[in-house]
């Protein structure tokens, strides 16, 4: 099957820095990435859609300069918190798709800010 | 504005007992709706995927389906493990809003041994 990897799957970072994760498609080429969100004990919120090669679309409520998102490459998207404080701290989500409508999620990202 | 609900939030059963869990959807106009399993801590896990043309998927001891014109969906699991135990999440996706998954909040199984 389809696979998806995050990096790091953990970090813990000081108020005001940014933060870099990567969502990588191991085995398929990923036109479409998803980023998620998801707090504890509740669900994943879609944060924004990137395609590869263009400006990524993000949902309602979402700041762009806030969470950066660059999906230059089929099998790479990151998303950068940037100046981040301890609200921002959560589990991300990325997922993946290719030819096939399915999405496939990666293992997560914990960020914690201290 | 889809919605998608679940109940119940959490369910404790001893092991053995076939358990639904229930996902409810406001708009019918749905693409597929798929079953996750989330461990604490982990990514998502594909159970099921359901076209909206079909009724039911089945896997193994799982059964999941599907009445569109009503806005829901069960997931049966026969002769519950201790295993099991996870967070099942719903989801429904619409073609027209670019393959967007919108999820529910989830059920919390816990599968006693």
């Known amino acids: 099957g389809a696979v998806v990897s995050q990096h790091p799957s953990r970090v813990i970072c000081k108020s005001g820095t940014s933060v870099k994760i990567e969502c990588r498609s191991l085995?398929?080429?990923?036109?479409?990435m998803f980023w998620y969100r998801q707090f504890p004990k509740q669900s994943l919120m879609l944060m924004a859609t990137?395609?590869?090669?263009?400006?990524?679309?993000?949902e309602q409520g979402v700041e762009k300069d806030k969470f950066l998102i660059n999906h230059a490459s089929l099998t790479l998207s990151t998303l950068t918190v940037t100046s981040a404080h301890p609200e921002d701290s959560s589990f991300y989500i990325c997922?993946?798709?290719?030819?096939?409508?399915?999405?496939?999620f990666g293992p997560g990202t914990r960020l914690t800010v201290l | 504005k889809q919605e998608v609900t679940q109940i119940p939030a959490a369910l404790s059963v001893p092991e053995g007992e076939n358990l639904v869990l229930n996902c409810s959807f406001t708009?019918?106009?749905?693409?597929?709706l798929q079953w996750f399993r989330q461990d604490p801590g982990k990514g998502l896990t594909s159970l099921l995927l359901?076209?909206?043309?079909?009724r039911e998927q089945t896997s193994g001891r799982l059964n999941a389906s599907l009445d569109k014109s009503s806005g829901r969906s069960t997931l049966y699991i026969a002769a519950s493990q201790p295993g099991d135990s996870a967070t099942y999440l719903c989801?429904?996706?619409?073609?027209?809003?670019?393959?967007?998954?919108?999820f529910g909040a989830g059920t919390i199984l816990r599968v006693k041994s």
């Open positions: 708009d019918s106009a749905i693409y597929n």
């Open positions: 989801a429904v996706r619409r073609k027209e809003y670019g393959n967007k998954l919108v």
């Open positions: 359901i076209q909206s043309s079909q």
């Open positions: 997922s993946a798709t290719g030819l096939v409508v399915e999405q496939f």
């Open positions: 085995d398929f080429q990923a036109t479409t």
């Open positions: 990137s395609n590869e090669g263009s400006k990524a679309t993000y």
